[in-house]
């Protein structure tokens, strides 16, 4: 039971009533095997030593219960593992915060524009060259098909499948590399058109 006495405060401790000083006295008798034991769970001694200040505060807030005390150390111990538990159930509902300043040279994404703009012009290339030449770029590079098979599917020989296909990747490149195709389509506009 505590009272307030003409010295001070006055703390059953289960072993008889103490002074607030008393009670000092116990939590400083701890505060060596709290630290120990916080820094080998954080594995950091300065969040090692907050942890313990957070728990001494907590103790010394809860002077009035002291009197139903009866291991100091295990009473202790079970505040800074409360603690610990309730600092981990905050971080994962706040995130844990980080100074910018530390992270700030790598807080950048990569350019990804460039990956658009070459699938941009890769459609442009196939949609202006010879349908003929398409067809077998898109069977024998998006489809994975082998030449025999585009050649069946298109009713073409191999050789008209290895050319169209030559042709065809050429004219993706110079379209990609931003080259006028105009007058190389033509010329090979006219050669299927033959």
């Known amino acids: ?48 030593d907050d942890l313990v200040q957070d728990c001494l505060t907590q103790a010394l807030s809860r002077a009035h219960l002291w009197d139903r005390v009866r291991d100091h150390r295990a009473y202790l111990f079970t505040i800074l593992h409360n603690v610990h538990v309730d600092r981990i159930a905050r971080q994962r509902r706040q995130g844990k915060h980080l100074p910018v300043e530390d992270f700030a040279g790598q807080l950048y994404c990569l350019p990804t524009q460039h990956v658009r703009l070459a699938v941009r012009d890769f459609e442009r290339g196939l949609r202006s060259m010879p349908e003929a030449y398409r067809t077998v770029v898109l069977l024998v590079g998006l489809e994975g098909m082998s030449y025999r098979q585009t050649a069946d599917v298109l009713g073409i020989p191999i050789g008209t499948v290895m050319s169209r296909l030559s042709r065809g990747r050429e004219m993706l490149r110079q379209s990609m590399n931003g080259a006028r195709n105009g007058s190389a389509l033509s010329v090979e506009q006219r050669k299927v058109e033959a």
């Not at 405060?9 to 006295?25: C, M």
């Open 1 to 48: 039971m505590s009272h307030r006495g003409g010295t001070g405060a006055r703390v059953a401790n289960g072993r008889g009533a103490g002074t607030l000083p008393e009670l000092g006295t116990i939590l400083t008798t701890h505060i060596a095997a709290l630290r120990r034991y916080a820094t080998a769970l954080l594995g950091n001694t300065v969040e090692a």
